[in-house]
Every structure is written in structure tokens, then in C-alpha cells.
């Protein structure tokens, strides 16, 4: 059963732009929630975590915000740059769990 | 700081055949997971290794199977290859109580 899902398999966006990522999960017992980067050919790069104490983390031009009542988070991407064009993947995981749970991914095209 | 790494890059085996996946786990780190990302998916965990144990399944068969050294360097062992395991392999590393992975490059394996 698919506990973290990201609805929008591709997402198209113009350099310069926002790029805005949305994740939705099911398990109430997620506590703490990641966004990962992958090119081709490579693994999963960490981006920027959040913890379920918090509703908003920032890291430069990655954003993450996080709804704990609608069990949705986003990831925000100011200003898009053709290096952003990749696959980002949504995961979470409880506080007594030792596991990842990733949602499918969705790609994003930066066009210039 | 070394990242994690992975042997071998890529793999080809047949059916009914076994393998054998290496992974070097980061400088500090002494919890090491994996997982299995099919075409199109999220990574899917198999099962994680902290001080040589074995700390927790996913939903994968017997045959998928792995072990973890005193230098925390971990192997993942699959017995009679079934089409279905053609997909890369991905090992993550974290320290104790941190809950942020940190993924190597993975092992593409492809069973014919």
C-alpha cells in the first residue's frame, strides 16, 4: 500500500520561475519527511528535511513546507535553474521506524 | 568525507542464478539500508543493518538476504533470480539516531 504519494508524475517550469512539488501521505505516524534529487545513472542526492515540530524548513532556494492537519507537504524551488532538471522524490518515516517510505517521483524540466 | 559507494556499477545474471551487491557505507555512519527501485517507482526498502543485525524488513522474500561487517561495509544477497529483480539497487547510510540517508550510487542489475 503506497503511504506516500506524489501525484504529478512531470512538471514543466521556465528558468527563473517556481517550481512548486506537492507529496500527500497516509500514515499518521510519520514524524519526519525528506525531499531527495536524482539525475540519471545516479542515486538519490538529499536536498532539505522537515520535522513534524515544524511546518515550514528553508535552505537557500529550497523551501519545504508541511501541513501535519491535510498530511501534505511541498517543496518549493526559487528561482528554478536548468541543473534543478531532474526526478525529486518525496519520503518519510516514524520515529520508532528504520525505514524510508518514497512516493514515485515526479520530474522536473527546467526550460530556459 | 567519504559518500557511500557501491559495487558493482552494473550487473547482468539469469535467471536461477545468485548475486552479491557491496556497498561501503559513509565515514561515520554505522546503519546501512537498502532498497530496490524498479522502473518508474520510488525506492522500495528491503531491509536495514546497524551493529551487524539485522533492524528491520520490508516486504521482500527470503531469498533477498544481507550482512553487515565490523567496519560497517554491508552486503545484499539474492538467490534464485527471478525476472522481476532487474532493477537498481540502492544503499543508504546514516549514524545512530539520525534519521537523514544518505544514498550511494547503486548497482543496476538486469536478470535475463
Known amino acids: 500500500d503506497q503511504q506516500v504519494k506524489q501525484n504529478s508524475p512531470s512538471l514543466s517550469v521556465q528558468e527563473g520561475r517556481i517550481s512548486i512539488l506537492n507529496c500527500d501521505y497516509t500514515?499518521?505516524?510519520?514524524?519526519?519527511f525528506l525531499w531527495y534529487k536524482k539525475y540519471p545513472a545516479e542515486g538519490p542526492t538529499f536536498l532539505i528535511s522537515?520535522?513534524?515540530?515544524?511546518d515550514k524548513n528553508e535552505d537557500g532556494r529550497f523551501t519545504v513546507f508541511l501541513n501535519k492537519s491535510a498530511k501534505h507537504l511541498s517543496l518549493h524551488i526559487v528561482p528554478s535553474q536548468p541543473g534543478d532538471s531532474a526526478v525529486y522524490f518525496c519520503?518519510?518515516?516514524?520515529?520508532?521506524?528504520?525505514?524510508?517510505?518514497f512516493g514515485a517521483g515526479t520530474t522536473v524540466t527546467v526550460r530556459a | 568525507e567519504t559518500g557511500v559507494t557501491q559495487s558493482p556499477t552494473h550487473l547482468i545474471k539469469t535467471r536461477g542464478q545468485q548475486v552479491t551487491l557491496r556497498c561501503s557505507s559513509q565515514?561515520?555512519?554505522?546503519?546501512v539500508s537498502w532498497y530496490q527501485q524498479a522502473l518508474g517507482q520510488g525506492p522500495q526498502f528491503i531491509f536495514q543493518?546497524?551493529?551487524?543485525?539485522?533492524?528491520g524488513r520490508g516486504n521482500f522474500p527470503p531469498r533477498f538476504s544481507g550482512l553487515q561487517f565490523p567496519n560497517y561495509s554491508s552486503e545484499l544477497n539474492v538467490n534464485a533470480l527471478e525476472l522481476d529483480d532487474s532493477a537498481l539497487y540502492l544503499c543508504?547510510?546514516?549514524?545512530?539516531?539520525?534519521?537523514?540517508?544518505?544514498f550511494g550510487p547503486g548497482t543496476r542489475l538486469l536478470v535475463l
Open positions: 519520503a518519510a518515516s516514524g520515529s520508532n521506524d528504520y525505514k524510508l517510505s
Open positions: 500514515n499518521s505516524m510519520f514524524d519526519y
Open positions: 522537515i520535522s513534524s515540530i515544524k
Open positions: 565515514s561515520g555512519h554505522n546503519t
Open positions: 543493518y546497524y551493529r551487524e543485525e539485522e533492524n
Open positions: 543508504a547510510s546514516n549514524r545512530e539516531n539520525q534519521e537523514t540517508q544518505y
